[in-house]
């Protein structure tokens, strides 16, 4: 699985309430027009056949749409119910299925490993909270983008604990960070040891009902049905073809769920709403896990933890065999954005989240269309060597020297007209407002971070190439 995923019979897509139910938040026209928008213009960039979103605000569900086409042959167009695989954003439930049996009193995250599986390499020191924070040392399984031959047969959970976790530890528990799914199916066992029964059964009666996620799927068991999308794969530049599916065991707790994008939102919202664990339980999902010499991992119980378009983050993606999915939840904000496509090592589903999260936070920045545009304005005139002098300050003004000018221009004007300008991120800095924008190209990505004086005035707008 990549850093993206996670058996029971399958569980039948049902079909899902409808976007107008009451107390629905809906969007302005204006901000659904530009979120269709980013959508399709990223599947026509990316080549990805289709796109589910859904998109939470102020605590509800606001907008759910599916884009492009589910199947190529014969051509099906995606629909809002249809499931597609979330990958590793399974592990956000894994991880919450241990957090409730720590509540429940029949584990801690401090417990050793060999408390309950204790074969393993060096169970007698790492601990489960190692597990979920990929800090144990423990050999990923499936780092790889694409299915290997022997993964198209079945195989256990144990089978993968004997080959991998078994090994010699990639390194000293707690003293660096590495995704390793193997973490996640151990951490699956542990929860079916101490929670009595199946795993997917627990997720089912503890998390799903209770939320009303109605329409999961586990894909560890069999393949998405016939009215789902097909998952595909590109060879560099070549055509579509339907990815392989993986067998039977291979994805278990690290990544065996699929939903529609809608199910997945009603889950950001429980995170938000703190539906399911007690205050200590989501405090330590979210928070970021320090190495043993105190450095910042950016990884929290099964999520990333960090700062997305200015706002604090909990998000994390997924792949697995012909999908790729993003996830992020503003939970200070009540903001959330899930995005789901089926097509696997492909760049579509993060950079359409990426530019949705701005727009919805956009209220608490009144200035920020504006400032865009004017942005996007001076970004021109650069392409060109000029710039509009009434819009900078006096040192501004010396930093675009002649010499400069014809120095952007030589190096924008190439480029031709972005494909995307969105501001991504908003600050304070030296008594100014500090606002970076990505701009995008077909082949290169640029950021430009601004200074804005109280008066409007801008002390600084400087260009580099997105690291």
């Known amino acids: 699985m990549r850093r993206s995923l996670s058996g029971l019979a399958i569980l039948t897509c049902l ?18 027009d530009k979120i269709d928008k980013i959508v399709a213009e990223t599947l026509a960039r ?17 907008y759910v749409k599916a884009y492009g086409d589910a199947r190529l042959e014969p051509r099906t167009p995606a629909t809002a119910e249809m499931c597609y695989s979330i990958g590793s954003i399974s592990k956000q439930f894994t991880a919450t299925a241990i957090l409730m049996l720590q509540e429940q009193g029949k584990l801690s995250l401090d417990d050793k490993v060999a408390k309950f599986v204790p074969d393993l390499t060096r169970a007698g020191e790492v601990t489960i909270r190692q597990l979920l924070s990929h800090t144990s040392g423990y050999q990923d399984y499936w780092p790889q983008d694409y299915v290997m031959p022997m993964m198209l047969q079945p195989i256990s959970a144990r089978q993968i604990m004997d080959q991998w976790a078994r ?14 799914n193997t973490n996640y199916v151990i951490a699956g066992v542990i929860a ?11 997720l089912s009666e503890k998390i799903f009902a209770p939320l009303g996620m109605k329409s999961v799927v586990n894909i560890d068991e069999e393949k998405l049905g016939e009215t789902d999308p097909t998952g595909y794969l590109r060879y560099a530049l070549g055509p579509l073809r339907p990815a392989p599916k993986e067998g039977k065991g291979w994805l278990f707790a690290a990544g065996e769920l699929a939903m529609p994008a809608r199910d997945l939102a009603r889950w950001d919202i429980a995170i938000m709403d703190r539906k ?43 792949e697995v065999s012909g999908f790729t999915a993003q996830n992020i939840v503003f939970p200070d904000d ?24 701005p727009l919805l936070l956009a209220t608490e920045d009144p200035a920020m269309t504006q400032r865009l545009e004017q942005a996007r304005k001076i970004f021109s005139g650069l392409q060109q060597g000029t710039i509009d002098r009434t819009l900078f300050t006096s040192n501004a003004n010396s930093y675009f020297s002649a010499q400069a000018l014809q120095d952007f221009a030589a190096g924008l004007a190439p480029l031709g007209a972005p494909q995307e ?47």
Do not use: C
């Not at 289709?50 to 509800?60: H, T």
């Not at 079916?192 to 627990?202: C, I, T, V």
């Open 167 to 180: 090994k010699p530890l990639d390194f000293e528990p707690g003293t660096k960070w590495q995704y390793s």
């Open 334 to 357: 009540r903001v959330a954005v899930a995005v789901l496509t089926n097509q696997d090592a492909a760049g579509a589903a993060g950079p359409i989240a990426q530019a949705i999260s």
């Open 421 to 467: 300008f969105t501001q991504v991120r908003r600050g304070l800095r030296g008594g100014m407002t500090l606002r970076v924008y990505r701009i995008r190209f077909a082949q290169k990505t640029l950021r430009a971070w601004t200074y804005e004086m109280p008066d409007g005035k801008l002390e600084q707008y400087q260009i580099a190439p997105q690291n």
């Open 46 to 62: 990316s080549g990805v056949p289709s796109a589910s979103i859904a998109i939470v605000k102020d605590g509800q569900i606001a």
């Open 192 to 202: 079916e040891k101490a929670g009595g029964m199946p795993f997917l059964k627990f």
């Open 276 to 318: 399911l664990l007690k205050p200590d339980s989501y405090r330590a999902f979210e928070t970021d896990v320090l190495l043993n010499n105190g450095v910042s991992t950016g990884y929290g119980l099964g999520v990333d933890v960090g700062v997305e378009a200015g706002h604090r983050a909990l998000s994390h993606g997924g």
């Open 15 to 32: 079909v899902l309430w409808s976007l107008t139910a009451s107390g629905q938040t809906e969007l302005s026209p204006d901000l659904r």
